[in-house]
């Protein structure tokens, strides 16, 4: 199915030929492997690329550590896993903690700034904090944060369009939370269109 086109305005990491990498850390429990799912599905499904997906957990299913490693490109994949992201989202300290040195220059980290501490000033990558978690309580369901932070990722990355992963958010949510999840989607995306705007002032100015 070819990509409808993309709702708002976003910035390219860099001029990259070949695969986008991608990588999701959290702990059990924040949706992190659902939302790799959601991102390879808007990519594979739902616009004209191609998707890879692996996961890992720690030693606890629910409460320890895990990501999510999506692949995204135009041609096959060859290699599955992701060694170098263009993009991280933290939604824990220790993702960010373990994961941050493995971005690559110029690349852009997406975290929940409630819930990470940014302890290394890295000045060759972007940053975009969004208060996930909370706007998620807001909104009526602490478990969404990771669909608002879908909507962030969407807005800021561009990696997939705004239809894309909206079709794939429906897709995969259970029948009846459809509204809600939209409503998150939404906000996160709103919330990623202002970061950015901002982003591209300070880069002018």
Known sequence: MAAKKAKGAGMKVADVNGDIEVLLGGFGGQGIILSG??????????????SAFTQSYGPEARGGSCSANVIISDDEIDYPYVTEPHHVIFMSQGAYEKYVTNLRPNGQLLYDQDLVELKYRRNDIHRFGIPATRLAEGLGRKIV???VMLGFLTAVTKVVDYDA???????????GTEDLNLKDYNTGYDHGVKSMEHHDKQAKD
Do not use: E
Not at 37 to 50: M, P, T, V
Not at 165 to 175: C, G, Y
């Open 165 to 175: 992963m909206k079709s794939a958010i429906l897709d995969s949510v259970p029948p």
């Open 145 to 147: 944060a990771n669909i």
């Open 37 to 50: 799912l959601i991102l390879g599905k808007a990519a594979s499904l739902f616009s004209d690329k191609r």
